[in-house]
């Protein structure tokens, strides 16, 4: 890629599926990443799953009472977040973690689905990640799977699909995939961004987004993963892919 000729990223990986088809292509979609934000999606999915057993979950009131907060440790800071002393619903505070990307939000689910109950639901589902002091690693050949579940409706029935699907939907992120596709085509996506730290300074930026693209009779499915040193570069880069990957399906 010219990307990494240019030293605009460190590593680059990428996985396209068409949804119509099945036809797809990969670079370096084995290899693992750490996951940030992007691990909000499989909660997402946790949650709803838990839900359609027992539906008085996403009602169920959680209250934020401002102790601690986690949306200032986040690089790309939500637009919207939590009001001290409100509580919030579980069905809330999955839209926001989704749409807004909001730490806050994802912590106050965790109260309710604790980070190990996710872990399990991963290998429930035998999704191949790594548990490292960063943070979890997961390829994009893994992490697609959440998505193509979703549109394939093969974890979660149809209506939880379709709420997960809305909520992807909402993303609250317009220098990735939504700045390269026309301001009418429906992106369901996610994305997520961490900074690498080493001997007390950022060694590197890691910036990713998934999503599913509804392009008319050409829905796909692309996953970016990048490693660089500036989160504007590989915000770059995930426009520039996504656009000349949208030109070509859409030609077609």
Request: hydrophobic share 40%.
């Given at each position: ?41 499989p909660l997402m999915e946790e ?11 996403l009602q169920k009131r959680v ?190």
């Amino acid at each position: 890629m010219a990307e990494l000729k240019n030293k605009d990223a460190k590593d680059i990986a990428l996985y396209f599926r068409d949804l119509k088809s099945g036809a797809w292509f990969g670079i370096n979609k084995d290899e693992k990443f750490n996951t940030a934000s992007l691990l909000k999606v499989p909660l997402m999915e946790e949650c709803l799953e838990a839900a359609e057993n027992s539906p008085a979950l996403l009602q169920k009131r959680v209250l934020f009472t401002g102790a601690e907060d986690w949306d200032a440790r986040q690089d790309i800071k939500p637009s919207k977040t939590l009001e001290v002393a409100k509580s919030y619903t579980v069905d809330d505070l999955m839209f926001r973690m989704i749409a807004y990307s909001d730490n806050n939000a994802t912590q106050l689910l965790l109260r309710e689905m604790p980070l190990e109950n996710l872990y399990q639901f991963l290998d429930n589902h035998k999704v191949d990640y790594e548990r490292t002091e960063n943070g979890s690693m997961m390829s994009l050949a893994s992490y697609s799977w959440f998505f193509q579940s979703l549109y394939s409706k093969s974890l979660l029935n149809d209506a939880m699909s379709r709420r997960a699907l809305s909520y992807l939907a909402a993303e609250d992120f317009h220098q990735g995939m939504h700045a390269a596709v026309p301001p009418n085509v429906v992106v369901e996506s996610k994305f997520g961004e961490q900074a690498i730290y080493k001997d007390g300074a950022v060694d590197s930026e890691q910036l990713h987004e998934v999503g599913i693209i509804l392009d008319g009779d050409h829905p796909f499915l692309l996953g970016i993963m990048t490693r660089g040193k500036e989160f504007a570069q590989l915000e770059r880069i995930i426009q520039h892919i996504t656009r000349h990957v949208y030109e070509i399906e859409h030609r077609g």
